[in-house]
T-cell receptor
Framework: DTGVSQNPRHKITKRGQNVTFRCDPISEHNRLYWYRQTLGQGPEFLTYFQNEAQLEKSRLLSDRFSAERPKGSFSTLEIQRTEQGDSAMYLC???????????????FGPGTRLLVL | LAKTTQPISMDSYEGQEVNITCSHNNIATNDYITWYQQFPSQGPRFIIQGYKTKVTNEVASLFIPADRKSSTLSLPRVSLSDTAVYYCLEGGNTGKLIFGQGTTLQVKP
């Protein structure tokens, strides 16, 4: 399977614990994105990388959240001191560099569903 | 805040053609229009993308008028498996996609 993969698919944790999610993008894609989705809402942008560089972070990404893409390949999203409000689906997506002839197309992984008790 | 406006929900029956229209009142010159489909507990899946006029692929058609203020996703002969949420988005080289609530399509037998 050459699509975007995410691990784990599900995570249950207690409030105050730290969690880390991993995303493996499509291998030739330079850009990698993280989104969060709560029930009944569309995905909300969190942050994105172009190769190793983190180019944009949303205000949703509080200081408890950190994302890395150390070698420009896979990425991790860590949430420290989790809160019940962090319960959501965390989606990763990847895309090739933007090309003005075809627009932005992002390919999403299956997501990691987080439940904070 | 989503830049597009689309109906919250639509119902259809198997075998019918479904058209979902989206408003793009402030679309930028460089923005493309893209539609995604999302099933429960899955990530969104790219369906189709266009800049203007008509685009067709194996699953859908996309109609964009000359003023680009709207777009219409057309799903021919829907089946139960087309029940999903459909999102229209506009974007250029900004990196992030801005999703609205989408249109929940319910296909009935």
């Amino acid at each position: 399977d050459t699509g975007v993969s995410q691990n784990p698919r599900h995570k249950i944790t207690k409030r105050g614990q730290n969690v880390t999610f991993r995303c493996d993008p499509i291998s030739e894609h330079n850009r990698l994105y993280w989104y969060r989705q709560t029930l009944g809402q569309g995905p909300e942008f969190l942050t994105y990388f172009q190769n190793e560089a983190q180019l944009e972070k949303s205000r949703l990404l509080s200081d408890r959240f950190s994302a890395e893409r150390p070698k420009g390949s896979f990425s991790t999203l860590e949430i420290q001191r989790t809160e019940q409000g962090d319960s959501a689906m965390y989606l990763c997506a990847s895309s090739p560099l933007w090309d003005s002839s075809r627009g932005e197309t992002q390919y999403f992984g299956p997501g990691t569903r987080l439940l904070v008790l | 805040l989503a830049k597009t406006t689309q109906p919250i929900s639509m119902d259809s029956y198997e075998g019918q053609e479904v058209n979902i229209t989206c408003s793009h009142n402030n679309i930028a010159t460089n923005d493309y229009i893209t539609w995604y489909q999302q099933f429960p507990s899955q990530g969104p899946r790219f369906i189709i993308q266009g800049y203007k006029t008509k685009v067709t692929n194996e699953v859908a058609s996309l109609f964009i008028p000359a003023d680009r203020k709207s777009s219409t996703l057309s799903l021919p002969r829907v089946s139960l498996s087309d029940t999903a949420v459909y999102y229209c988005l506009e974007g250029g080289n900004t990196g992030k996609l801005i999703f609205g609530q989408g249109t929940t399509l319910q296909v009935k037998p």
